[in-house]
């Protein structure tokens, strides 16, 4: 089956305190990204990945680390989180481009305590 | 910057009664506007893209619409599983990313 998968789905864990979520994609997809959701503020950009090794920031990079090493695997990395990163996050994959469909992950609930 | 605004926030129907929900953009160079729809505790789901003002698509009991300045996505007599969140999107010139609105808490009531 064609997916996205993040891990971990939930994530509780104290201020400072270095942290990683994966997402892989099986599809053979090129394009990769990562978004937050919070309340009243919609899905936005954190980074994005045109295809293995070009990383670039979206619009709220800050606090946030990538890597793309491999095509299918688009790790978030949280080196010292704080309580303003707590959010709901979703990892995105596309065949090419933003202009393809993207296929989003089911959702990491993070809180940072 | 690449402006979305959807509305209304929420919308309460009875099931079978029609309506629009609305997407207003602000682009230079639309490349394609994106529908898309949320459950609860789940990623969104990709439903259409639209590319030019005047083109529609419809799926089941959704249509697409767009001109040059919004986008409406019409259900027709929806049904209590149309209960979702709709998100908008477009990316426009070189840009490597989509612009989501906030989007549209849909419930309909049997």
């Known amino acids: 089956e064609a997916q996205v998968t993040q891990n971990p789905r939930y994530l509780i864990t104290v201020t400072g305190k270095k942290l990683t979520v994966t997402c892989s994609q099986n599809m053979n997809h090129e394009y990769m990204s990562w978004y937050r959701q919070d309340p009243g503020l919609g899905l936005r950009q954190i980074y994005y990945s045109m295809n293995v090794e070009v990383t670039d920031k979206g619009d709220v990079p800050e606090g946030y680390k990538v890597s793309r090493k491999e095509k299918r695997n688009f790790p978030l990395i949280l080196e010292s989180p704080s309580p303003n990163q707590t959010s709901l996050y979703f990892c995105?994959?596309?065949?090419?481009?933003?202009?393809?469909?993207?296929?989003f992950g089911n959702g990491t609930r993070l809180t940072v305590t | 910057e690449d402006q979305v605004t959807q509305s209304p926030e929420a919308l309460r129907l009875q099931e079978g009664e029609s309506s629009s929900l609305n997407c207003s953009y602000t682009?230079?160079?639309?490349?394609?506007l994106f529908w898309y729809r949320q459950d609860p505790g789940k990623g969104p789901e990709f439903l259409f893209t639209?590319?030019?003002a005047g083109e529609e698509k419809e799926k089941e009991r959704l249509k697409a619409t767009l001109t040059k300045k919004e986008s409406f996505l019409h259900i027709t007599a929806p049904k209590p599983e149309d209960s979702a969140t709709y998100l908008c999107?477009?990316?426009?010139?070189?840009?490597?990313?989509?612009?989501f609105g906030k989007g549209i808490t849909l419930s309909v009531r049997p």
């Open positions: 995105a994959s596309s065949f090419r481009t933003v202009n393809s469909p993207l296929h």
């Open positions: 999107a477009v990316s426009s010139g070189a840009n490597s990313k989509l612009t």
């Open positions: 682009v230079s160079g639309l490349r394609g």
């Open positions: 639209l590319y030019s």
